[in-house]
């Protein structure tokens, strides 16, 4: 490090690490107040979604065709406060909808990281320590797949047969794992050059059992956090396949599906398109601004280290 | 001799931004007059760099100017906007990280003009880039006007070393700082840097300030020193008296801490020969040689050649040293013995067995016979994993031990090497470098090994750690008859412990001898120029100036035929750069490969 | 010679690439329920109808035997024709029956080359528009890690990333162009169509520039040769302009590699939405239709100029930082 280390003894600044790495990591995010509006507006639409819906009476999906066009609260003149975010163009519920819609995304996004860091970290960490022609084909594949964009694949797969929340999520963590693979190979590859790796082989540890108990544990938890911003992006693009009538089909609410239908009635009812917009855009920055500071929080850790 | 006042520091105090806050540097004065060299010795902690970077003007954004004056030939150099003194052109600064210096992106010789365009404007950049190409060869870079084009990472810390002091004087300063500028350096390195540097300061006529932590080196200048302590000058007088005469206790101190090699008799103990004993370890004709593909071409390979026929034996009890400087190919050495690598060709024989031929689960067995320490003790040990696990990581790795008996193992490892059984569940932070490099000592012993070989292990520790360990390792070589190796860079610490010494140049041993016998009569001119360069405050025992080295090693790519040290051997004659020299015992014990020692060379060379 | 090694090592595994994309995508269009066939004979038409016409076209041969087929067309450079568009231009519905084996149909590289500029063109914009906005924010961001600078990039970069594309691209269109009228939004009959979908198409891309561009160059400014070069005599400008700005770079020319894959996915979307005459409009409208060697053609032109901005990539970065891997 340049600037600061002038004063003191190297090594008694290294003996200062108290605190396991990961929890400076979670504090330093915590401290931002980026981090904690995120993280509170995450959990108000997480509780709402979860708990309105069942204490609700409004349908999201029955059509009540003399409600239609309602607007929401305080605008215009015919605003009831049942719906408070309004109706579509069928009678039903915009806030209903919207949180519904909300569940599904935010079902679909998380499953996929999972699935994401499960395959492409497994992967990559298998490339990057066994290395040789493992490596290689690991990825070659990778590259193959990421030179798929993936909207093609998504319109190849989901576009003739009737999509379901399994094969959305296929989809997705078929595009996604790739650069997870990328980015743990390139980790398990720095990890296997450091020196305790090599102690332990003088011991007589094989190489997997160094990976599995001493590099992964290493290696995993800073992409982990990053994923975090990941969800987000599943997000986005499961609204982007709802969008083009590729994703959850209706009556089931979405948010592509919801917007898309609105295009029509963009002059006299604009709600409809703008509600659930606003809803996934908030959920979307609250994930950001959780994911953001994790990651700033992570390369303040490991830059000064 | 110009003795004009070019610096003249009075009651400079130095400290953090926030208020209140202890100073860093306290009340310094000095007068600096041109032609001047001035030496300050400061421990690493004492503010060296902070001293150094605040005379430069070039404090960094935590730290502030709190009293006191720095004038350059008569201009207080702190007042904001000053056009009369510019730091990089007036004064000028080298630091101790070469490496790191320059825009990795950008060749060295087009940033050197580049800094001398911005700093004296009125020289167009055609004349600079001559000027920064003569410069590069007046520092001895060899091929100058290639190298100017080369990038950072081409050069090697000597080289780079050099092309940073051409930075410095390109502009013509009137004051040069130089902080700790040989640390990163090999010893015969550092030498030929320190004798160009005084040799520029000289012909250049520039005031000198050279900050150093180690007091040898500011031996080597020879004029005014200052000991600065915890922000201080505590002393000030020529080095000749200080040495003689220190006034200040902490003074004194120091100069005792400087390790003794010649004027000592210590030594280590004589080693318990066995009659008729068969070596522990046999190193047969091992070669190791790395392929890289070269940049630039299809399908061609260069050979990086680190290990070229090494053979020796290593016997029981006994404490062998391994000497030599970067890029001989210790650290490739040290991994064929490890067996972390394997050799290309020739055998490696612990006890008679040969390493290569076991088997997999033969050489975990093996294992336990010898074992490696590493030379750093913070990466050396795994992250985030308690001191008991990793000591016991050595038993689990060969099959399930039932708890009780495992704890009980571990405690007792950690008892041997004295670390308190309290730290068994906790995590090693907290812990100084030499109870940390107790802990792979106690996962090495729990093995009950024969063989410890010793990586730079005793380098990062100061004098008191070292001499601990040092104990350590006796007591532990008297109770299970242990044999060591060592494979260092320090002189006086190999001088200390080894009974038997090897000196390594370029992948081959070109000198084993006794540890008396190789520091009081060595045979081969490398050996006598890397004692020679060696810093001690004693009475050299060879001068220096008689075994001064040229240049680098050749690259270990590149091996040109014959004596690989002939491009630098002041004694190189006809034979010496056709036929490569022999290991040869030339007298009981000592093995030396060196043509001059063929008899009839001797009277030749004469 | 190492840019030439390079070269030649970079286009045979670009081709590789592109062969092994266009077979996944041959077989995952045949193995993938839905026959193209139906979709043109239409749903009323009987079996034996149906058999004839895809025996004919060659649907029913085992699917090594027509990628052998293809492959051998395309070495001549032709990538067969669209199982929809006559030459004449008119895509055929469910209700008239128009038989590909017999009718002329527009050759898939006509179709290809005729909206490939569009697209080039709209991705260019949108990439100058991402730019101009991101590299100010970026750098102040990037300079002044712990002032109002680096926050302001980061709510920004926040902000977009979180607007899903469609959305923006129906608001915008909302407001600027029916409400405000002030930039035409859907086809196009003139270079200003292409301004709306840029800037959406910007909106996407800006973030991730932003981001890194703030994280490297922090890093970079805390580099010794920087805080070096201070006392060397530099000046600042000089500093930041031609050395931390360089370094920063390199991160940052990798990215664009790494994020053609989105961008590609964006530039679909946004085609679609703004009914834009490139070849994302092209590829909806063909797996709608089950036009398989339209969306072969596409896939292969999709994969071959990732390959080729790739390779660019590379290059721009190894001359920056001659370090660089290549």
């Given at each position: 490090m340049a600037v600061t280390t002038i004063v003191g003894a190297e090594p008694e600044q290294k003996a200062a690490e108290v605190q396991s790495v990961n929890r400076r990591i979670l504090l330093g995010a915590w401290r931002m107040a980026n981090f904690r509006i995120g993280f509170f507006i995450f959990v108000a639409l997480l509780l709402a979604s979860a708990i309105y819906p069942e204490f609700s009476s409004v349908s999201a999906t029955k059509m009540i065709v003399k409600d239609k066009f309602l607007p929401p609260l305080f605008l215009g003149d015919k605003w009831v406060w049942e719906h408070p975010l309004g109706t579509d163009q069928l009678g039903r519920d915009m806030l209903m909808r919207s949180l519904i819609g909300l569940q599904y995304s935010l079902l679909v996004g998380v499953i996929t990281v999972?699935?994401?860091?499960?395959?492409?970290?497994?992967?990559?960490?298998?490339?990057?320590?066994?290395?040789?022609?493992?490596?290689?084909?690991?990825?070659?594949?990778?590259?193959?797949?990421?030179?798929?964009?993936?909207?093609?694949?998504?319109?190849?797969?989901?576009?003739?047969?009737?999509?379901?929340?399994?094969?959305?999520?296929?989809?997705?963590?078929?595009?996604?794992?790739?650069?997870?693979?990328?980015?743990?190979?390139?980790?398990?590859?720095?990890?296997?050059?450091?020196?305790?790796?090599?102690?332990?082989?003088?011991?007589?540890?094989?190489?997997?059992?160094?990976?599995?108990?001493?590099?992964?544990?290493?290696?995993?938890?800073?992409?982990?956090?990053?994923?975090?911003?990941d969800v987000a992006r599943m997000m986005i693009f499961e609204a982007i396949l709802g969008f083009l009538g590729l994703g959850i089909q209706p009556p089931t609410p979405s948010f592509g599906s919801i917007i898309a239908d609105s295009r029509k009635y963009l002059l006299n009812a604009w709600w409809i398109a703008t509600i659930p917009g606003i809803f996934l855009a908030v959920a979307l920055t609250s994930i950001n601004l959780m994911g953001s500071a994790l990651e700033k929080a992570r390369n303040r850790i490991y830059g000064g280290l | 001799m110009d003795l004009s006042l070019i610096l003249e520091v009075s009651d400079l105090t130095v400290g953090p931004v926030t208020p209140g806050s202890a100073p860093i540097l306290d009340h310094i004065s000095l007068r600096l007059n041109t032609s001047d060299i001035f030496g300050i010795y400061g421990e690493s902690g004492a503010g060296k760099t902070i001293l150094s970077r605040a005379l430069a003007n070039w404090l960094p954004e935590s730290l502030e100017y709190r009293v006191g004056l720095i004038a350059f030939a008569g201009h207080d150099i702190l007042k904001p906007g000053t056009q009369e003194v510019r730091t990089g052109r007036d004064i000028a600064y080298i630091g101790s990280k070469p490496q790191s210096s320059l825009d990795p992106t950008v060749p060295v010789g087009s940033q050197i003009a580049e800094k001398l365009h911005s700093v004296r404007p009125e020289w167009n950049r055609r004349e600079c880039r001559e000027r920064v190409m003569q410069l590069l060869s007046e520092v001895r870079i060899p091929s100058p006007r290639e190298r100017y084009w080369d990038y950072p990472s081409k050069f090697s810390g000597g080289m780079m070393q050099r092309a940073m002091i051409v930075d410095a004087i390109c502009a013509e300063p009137a004051v040069l700082i130089a902080d700790n500028v040989t640390q990163p350096l090999d010893v015969t390195i550092a030498a030929q840097i320190v004798a160009l540097l005084h040799d520029l300061c000289l012909r250049h006529r520039m005031a000198t300030i050279y900050l150093s932590s180690s007091l040898p080196t500011l031996g080597q200048f020879g004029d005014r020193t200052a000991i600065l302590h915890r922000g201080r000058f505590i002393e000030q007088q020529a080095f000749g008296e200080l040495l003689a005469a220190p006034k200040m206790d902490y003074t004194r101190k120091a100069i005792a801490s400087v390790p003794r090699m010649w004027s000592t008799a210590d030594g280590p103990a004589v080693r318990r020969q066995a009659q008729g004993e068969m070596p522990l370890m046999q190193v047969q004709q091992v070669y190791r040689t790395y392929r890289a593909r070269k940049r630039g071409t299809f399908n061609s390979y260069s050979n990086v050649q680190a290990v070229r026929g090494v053979t020796l034996d290593i016997m029981p009890r006994e404490n062998f040293g391994i000497v030599g400087e970067s890029g001989c190919g210790k650290s490739t050495l040290t991994r064929l013995l490890a067996w972390l690598e394997v050799p290309d060709q020739g055998s490696i024989l612990l006890n008679g067995t040969s390493l290569g031929g076991l088997s997999r689960g033969d050489l975990i067995r093996k294992r336990n016979e010898f074992q490696l320490l590493l030379q750093d003790p913070y990466n050396a040990l795994p992250p985030r994993t308690t001191v008991g696990r990793m000591i016991e990581e050595s038993l689990l790795i060969r099959g399930k031990v039932p708890r009780v008996e495992l704890r009980r193992r571990v405690i007792a490892a950690m008892a041997e090497v004295g670390l308190a059984p309290e730290l068994y569940d906790q995590l090693p932070n907290a812990l100084s470098t030499g109870e940390r490099q107790r802990i792979s000592i106690a996962r090495a012993l729990i093995l009950d090994p024969k063989l410890l070989i010793l990586d730079e292990t005793l380098s990062a520790l100061d004098q008191r750690e070292q001499g601990r360990l040092i104990d350590l390792f006796s007591k532990l070589q008297e109770k299970n008859d242990l044999t060591y190796v060592f494979i260092s860079h320090d002189l006086a610490m190999v001088r200390k412990v080894c009974t038997r010494i090897a000196v390594m140049y370029l992948g081959e041993m070109v000198e084993i001898a006794d540890n008396r016998e190789l520091f009081y009569d060595p045979q081969h001119p490398y050996t006598k120029a890397l004692l020679s360069a060696a810093p001690t405050l004693e009475d050299k025992r060879f001068n220096p100036s008689d075994f001064l080295l040229e240049g680098e090693p050749p690259s270990p790519i590149d091996i040109p035929a014959g004596c690989s040290?002939?491009?630098?051997?002041?004694?190189?004659?006809?034979?010496?750069r056709v036929e490569t020299p022999d290991l040869i015992e030339h007298s009981p014990g000592r093995l030396v490969a060196c043509h001059l020692l063929d008899s009839g060379e001797v009277k030749a060379a004469a | 010679m190492l840019i030439l090694e390079f070269l030649v090592k970079r286009i045979a595994q670009g081709l590789l690439i592109v062969f092994i994309t266009s077979l996944i995508i041959f077989t995952l269009l045949r193995v993938v329920p839905g026959d193209p066939v139906r979709l043109i004979v239409g749903g009323m038409a009987p079996p034996d109808v149906v058999e004839k016409v895809a025996t004919k076209m060659g649907l029913r041969d085992p699917i090594i035997v027509q990628y052998g087929r293809y492959m051998r067309g395309l070495l001549q450079g032709d990538l067969g024709q669209s199982y929809l568009r006559p030459r004449s231009g008119m895509i055929a519905t469910g209700g008239q029956y128009i038989d590909p084996t017999k009718s002329d149909m527009a050759p898939v590289i006509d179709l290809i080359l005729e909206r490939l500029p569009f697209t080039l063109q709209l991705g260019g914009m949108a990439l100058l528009f991402a730019l101009l906005i991101s590299f100010p924010i970026g750098i102040a961001g990037g300079l002044h890690q712990h002032g109002w600078q680096n926050a302001l990039a980061f709510g920004v970069q926040s902000l977009f990333v979180s607007i899903p594309n469609f959305w923006l691209a129906i608001v915008l269109i909302l407001f600027l162009s029916v409400k405000l009228k002030l930039l035409p939004a859907l086809g196009y009959q003139g270079f200003s169509y292409v301004l709306l979908p840029a800037l959406v198409l910007s909106v996407e891309i800006a973030p991730f520039i932003i981001r890194t561009l703030t994280t490297s160059l922090g890093e970079v400014m805390q580099a010794n040769f920087i805080d070096e070069a201070r006392v060397r005599g530099l000046s600042r400008r000089r500093i930041v302009y031609s050395h931390a700005l360089r370094n920063a770079a390199v991160p940052l020319v990798n990215l664009l590699g790494i994020q053609l894959s989105t961008l590609i996915g964006g530039v679909l979307v946004i085609e679609y939405i703004f009914d834009y005459p490139g070849l994302g409009n092209l590829t909806v409208v063909s797996v709608v239709g089950r036009d398989f060697p339209v969306i072969q053609g596409i896939a292969i032109t999709t994969s071959a100029v990732f390959v080729f901005i790739n390779i660019i990539v590379d290059l721009v970065a190894y001359t920056i930082d001659p370090r660089v891997e290549i």
């Open positions: 999972v699935l994401i860091f499960i395959i492409g970290c497994g992967l990559g960490l298998f490339a990057g320590f066994k290395g040789k022609w493992w490596d290689t084909l690991i990825m070659r594949v990778t590259d193959a797949q990421l030179s798929i964009p993936m909207i093609i694949l998504a319109i190849t797969i989901l576009g003739v047969s009737r999509p379901t929340v399994a094969t959305i999520i296929i989809v997705l963590a078929l595009s996604g794992w790739p650069l997870y693979a990328r980015v743990a190979r390139s980790a398990a590859v720095a990890e296997r050059g450091k020196e305790y790796v090599r102690g332990l082989r003088v011991l007589g540890a094989g190489d997997w059992r160094i990976l599995l108990l001493f590099a992964a544990p290493n290696i995993l938890p800073p992409i982990a956090f990053v994923a975090v911003l | 040290f002939a491009s630098r051997c002041p004694k190189a004659f006809g034979r010496c | -």
